[in-house]
């Protein structure tokens, strides 16, 4: 039997909409808008793109969005300085630098610069010490969006056995910590991990995100198994414009699993819908 398609489109409007009516209700309540600052330094041209649409998104739902394009020559010191002002703007309830930084810029010291109750990425430490602890955290985007998509195709997380392949501080770990929250027994996997299509077929859930194009096979997943599939890869199609994938060859999974994430129209569209989602949970907890 063919999965169940998990339409990441169709549930990140419905994320969208919810934010919007939230967002309205703040309005209500308190007066003003939440207001998301996204920083982006240099002229990395997927990020110009990612930080416009990030503006854009705020706007549509009611928040006060803004974008703040600095130069490729921008010093750490001049962006510690943008950061320490938005940081003690009131109106600014999310900071989000966009990465990759340019080379000069160390990532690690303007991250910790961003206060974590503004810090909707969710990538200071201390937010990433609050998930791992069970306390209330901004948690990152994409598996915040990932377990939400889970959520919405009605998958049972407690006491599933649920495999994260990847092990980044950006998706696998936090990915493994929501799943962890929810009374899942997870593994992580990485690079290292001995046969991992075996390991892999004992799995209710597999949450991929190692970027490796169609990585993960039919004979991996466990029948009826739910797959989420976080990979972006483009390879080579035969027109030569290329084509994206994700990092499980959705073609054969699909006819495995119970449920299933496609690529493109599955995780990717939640990312910006949780970042939405978390400027306004930000806005709450500043206001209280
Ligand atoms: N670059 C690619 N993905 C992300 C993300 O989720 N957050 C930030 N800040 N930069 C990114």
Redesign the pocket.
């Known amino acids: 039997m063919s999965a169940r398609i998990i339409d990441g489109k169709a549930i990140a409007e419905k994320v969208r909409g919810e934010v919007k009516e939230g967002v309205a209700a703040f309005v209500a309540k308190y007066g003003r808008a939440p207001g998301l600052d996204v920083l982006l330094v240099g002229e990395h041209a997927p990020?110009i793109v990612?930080t416009r649409n990030k503006e854009k998104a705020a706007l549509e739902v009611g928040i006060r969005g803004r974008l703040h394009r600095l130069p490729e020559t921008t010093t750490q010191a001049q962006l510690l300085e943008q950061i320490a002002a938005l940081s003690a703007d009131p109106s600014v309830d999310g900071i989000?630098?966009?990465?990759p930084l340019p080379k000069h810029i160390d990532e690690r010291t303007v991250l910790l610069a961003i206060p974590p109750e503004k810090d909707v990425?969710g990538f200071h430490p201390v937010n990433v010490g609050r998930l791992s602890t069970g306390q209330d955290a901004l948690v990152p985007?994409?598996p915040l969006g990932s377990l939400r998509l889970l959520d919405e195709a009605g998958v049972n997380l407690k006491g599933a056995n649920a495999i994260v392949i990847g092990r980044s501080n950006?998706v696998g770990k936090p990915m493994a910590q929501l799943l962890l929250g929810r009374d899942a027994t997870v593994t992580i996997a990485h690079s290292r991990t001995a046969d991992l299509p075996a390991l892999c077929r004992t799995m209710d859930v597999v949450v991929a995100a190692v970027g490796r194009a169609e990585m993960v096979k039919a004979d991996w997943i466990k029948p009826g198994a739910a797959v989420i599939d976080v990979g972006i890869n483009r390879i080579e199609s035969a027109d030569g414009k290329g084509r994206l994938v994700g990092d499980v060859a959705y073609a054969e999974c699909k006819e495995v699993a119970g449920s299933i994430t496609p690529v493109p129209g599955g995780v990717g569209p939640m990312?910006i819908a949780m970042l939405l989602q978390n400027t306004l949970t930000a806005a709450h907890a500043r206001s209280r």
């Not at 989000?96 to 990465?99: D, R, S």
């Open positions: 990020s990612y989000l630098i966009q990465l990425d985007c994409t950006i990312t």
